[in-house]
């Protein structure tokens, strides 16, 4: 068996965790048939500590809890304690009034993540130390699912978790593991806290709530208006694009919801499709040839 998954209830999170070890099972790093222990000792630590940590002083009803996962895909084993693969975060947000969720983050890691995990070590979190690689990344992937769940819900809502993923990075990024640094990678981890916490690109923000709260959340009462906040969230993407181009919280919004937009607005006015058209082109040009149905120029 080389895929574990499992789901608990939880404080903030109802995290369904995966530890996938198949490509050390492929390749020539062998190991013991009882090591395989570790692997669900792993994914159990890890899902305890995002499921059963109070990360905030608010209290979330059971349907409000942030619907996510989180998956380490591991490619490397150099010794018993010592791992290197990728990690994969996904969050999906409820719709207001309905049984349709919608993504928020769907983001998979270079294969650059090393860490060490003990069986016999729990995992420990403090937002001004560092204990580990592993505990560092998940305890920063939550703050940043939570400043993107609250920001979809009020005007930077999300702000104060942003603010401790900044804490995070800075903290481990004295430490040398890859990731924590803006000279790492064009993708690293390090850019979604830059992106959220620099004061030039702050209508990120406002792309959340103007699509979740006012686009999305209306549309069973008043498409139309809905319509129109879904192309004001659009809007304020293409003014933080303009600012910086090819920003990676900005790729990410268009590759999470593209499908999304196009199915809003196949049946929408020609006027409104041309206009997300236009800034889709603009954008993430790639994209256009998803919405070759439409009757735009």
């Known amino acids: ?33 009882g090591d395989v222990k570790i692997f669900e000792t792993m994914k159990h630590a890890i899902e305890d500590f995002v499921n059963n940590r109070q990360w905030t002083n608010i209290e979330l009803e059971m349907n409000e809890k ?16 010592d791992f290197k693969g990728q990690i994969s975060v996904q969050l999906r947000r409820p719709v207001y009034n309905s049984n349709y969720t919608s993504g928020v983050l769907n983001y998979l890691e270079g294969n650059d ?10 995992l420990e979190f403090d937002p001004n130390s560092f ?14 699912m939570l400043g993107m769940y609250f920001d979809s819900y009020g ?7 942003f603010e ?12 040398g593991y890859k990731g924590w640094k803006s000279n790492d990678s064009q993708k690293a981890r390090y850019w979604f806290m830059e992106n959220h916490t620099n004061s030039a690109y702050e209508a990120l923000h406002s792309v959340y709530y103007y699509y979740y709260r006012l686009g999305l959340d209306m549309m069973t009462k008043d498409q139309p208006t809905a319509r129109q906040n879904i192309i004001k969230a659009l809007r ?8 910086r181009t090819n920003l990676l919280s900005v790729t990410q919004f268009i590759d999470v919801n593209m499908a999304e ?37």
């Open 66 to 81: 942030l619907d996510c996962s989180i998956s380490i895909i591991l490619s490397e084993r150099s010794s018993a304690t």
């Open 1 to 33: 068996m080389s895929l574990l998954i499992t789901s608990l209830s939880a404080q903030e999170f109802r995290c369904g965790v995966t530890v996938n070890y198949q490509k050390l099972q492929s390749t020539t790093q062998q190991y013991e048939t």
């Open 155 to 161: 005007p930077n809502g999300g702000e104060p978790f």
């Open 261 to 297: 937009i196009v199915s809003i607005f196949t049946p929408a006015p020609q006027v409104e499709q041309q206009e997300v058209y236009n800034i889709i082109k603009d954008i993430a040009p790639i994209n256009v040839t998803k919405m070759k149905d439409w009757k735009v120029k």
């Open 131 to 144: 204990y580990d690689n592993l505990s560092s990344t998940l305890a920063y992937y939550c703050y940043i």
């Open 236 to 243: 304020y993407l293409q003014q933080v694009h303009k600012v």
């Open 113 to 122: 993540f090393m860490f060490s995990y003990n069986e016999s070590q729990p």
């Open 164 to 175: 401790m993923a900044r804490t995070i990075a800075q903290t481990a990024g004295t430490t």
